[in-house]
């Protein structure tokens, strides 16, 4: 089966470092989704792209996170400097830009910033 | 602007029992409405959809969802739980023309053997 796959499935670091997360979306699909899930506020939608072209990235705190899509097989998520409040699951989910389509998700990275 | 609500936040259960998890959701014309599973310390998978059509949708491991129109409802269930079921669980609607996902708060289901 087709898979998202996300690296690195956790990552714990101090304050102030910088974090990269890197999706590899499922061969074919054209979107790409980034969600953040914590305990208090859920399932957030952050950023996603439609064939690499960053279309909406107004859940994310603009002054510390940028997202990109370097080409149609990698996603990145870059938090920096990182606080201890972005501590999360980070999810990826790729899919077709199709109405009858649904995301597909992968399995997350565990954020824990100290 | 799409919005989902999922009033039960916490759900205990026995095995055997039935199951019924509500969710309500916001829009002024045509959506897409899904439910999905997520399993401790896993990643959110699809149990099912409904785009259109019957309005009775069912999923995998037994669970269905019926989407009644008139009240915004899209609420899942299943006859018997297992043991295995137990999981958090997340509705979510998209609407017409819209890629972007809004999820509910999710609710937790306990089931005890």
């Known amino acids: 089966d087709a898979r998202v796959t996300q690296t690195p499935r956790h990552k714990v670091t101090e304050m102030g470092q910088e974090v990269t997360m890197r999706c590899q979306p499922i061969?074919?699909?054209?979107?790409v989704f980034w969600y953040r899930q914590t305990m208090m506020q859920g399932l957030e939608l952050l950023a996603y792209f439609r064939n690499r072209a960053p279309l909406d990235d107004s859940g994310m705190p603009k002054d510390r996170f940028s997202a990109e899509m370097p080409d149609a097989t990698l996603a990145t998520l870059k938090i920096q400097p990182s606080e201890p409040r972005d501590s999360a699951v980070y999810f990826c989910?790729?899919?077709?830009?199709?109405?009858?389509?649904?995301?597909?998700f992968g399995d997350g990275t565990r954020l824990s910033i100290l | 602007a799409q919005s989902v609500s999922q009033h039960n936040h916490h759900v205990i259960l026995s095995e055997a029992a039935s199951l019924e998890l509500g969710c309500n959701y916001s829009y002024g014309g045509t959506v897409n409405l899904f439910w999905y599973v997520q399993y401790p310390g896993q990643h959110l998978q699809l149990l099912l959809k409904y785009f259109s059509g019957d309005p009775l949708v069912k999923g995998i491991k037994g669970f269905e969802a019926e989407f009644i129109k008139s009240k915004f409802s899209f609420n899942l269930r299943k006859p018997s739980v297992q043991w295995s079921d137990t999981a958090e669980y997340f509705c979510a609607v998209r609407g017409f023309g819209n890629e972007k996902l809004t999820f509910g708060t999710g609710t937790r289901l306990t089931i005890i053997p």
């Open positions: 989910a790729s899919g077709l830009d199709s109405f009858d389509q649904p995301q597909h």
């Open positions: 061969l074919g699909h054209n979107t």
